[in-house]
C-alpha cells in the first residue's frame, strides 16, 4: 500500500508560478512511477506530468516548457513546479503512483485545488 498527500496549491495570478508537493508513505519501494493529473469541472481527468524510478518526464503537450516534475528520493517526494499559469490550468491536480512492475496508477492523492486567476 502506497498513500500520497498533495500539498502546496492555491490561489494565484496568472503568469504566477505554484509547487506542488506529493509526499508518498507506505511501500515506497513498490512504486514504478508517479504522475501529477488535473481534473477541471466539466473536464475529464487530464494527464500533467509521469516520472519514472529512472527519472525519464513526460508531460501534456498544454503544460510543455512550463511545468517540471522532479522527485526527491531522501523525502519520498515528488514535486510539479508550474511556471507561467495560466487560467485554464485550474484544477484539482492528485498525484498519483503506478506500483512495480506496472506503469498503471493504482494510487492517489486527496488532490489540491490550484486556481489562477486573470
Known amino acids: 500500500q502506497v498513500q500520497l498527500v498533495e500539498s502546496g496549491g492555491g490561489l494565484v495570478q496568472a503568469g504566477g508560478s505554484l509547487r506542488l508537493s506529493c509526499a508518498a508513505s507506505?511501500?515506497?519501494?513498490?512504486?514504478?512511477?508517479m504522475g501529477w493529473y488535473r481534473q477541471a469541472p466539466g473536464k475529464q481527468r487530464e494527464l500533467v506530468a509521469t516520472i519514472t524510478i529512472f527519472g525519464s518526464t513526460n508531460y501534456a503537450d498544454s503544460v510543455k516548457g512550463r511545468f517540471a516534475i522532479s522527485r526527491d528520493d531522501a523525502k519520498n517526494t515528488v514535486y510539479l513546479q508550474m511556471n507561467s499559469l495560466k487560467p485554464e490550468d485550474t484544477a484539482v491536480y492528485y498525484c498519483?503512483?503506478?506500483?512495480?512492475?506496472?506503469?498503471?496508477?493504482?494510487?492517489w492523492g486527496q488532490g489540491t485545488q490550484v486556481t489562477v486567476s486573470a
Open positions: 498519483a503512483a503506478a506500483p512495480m512492475p506496472t506503469t498503471r496508477f493504482d494510487y
Open positions: 507506505g511501500s515506497i519501494f513498490s512504486i514504478n512511477a
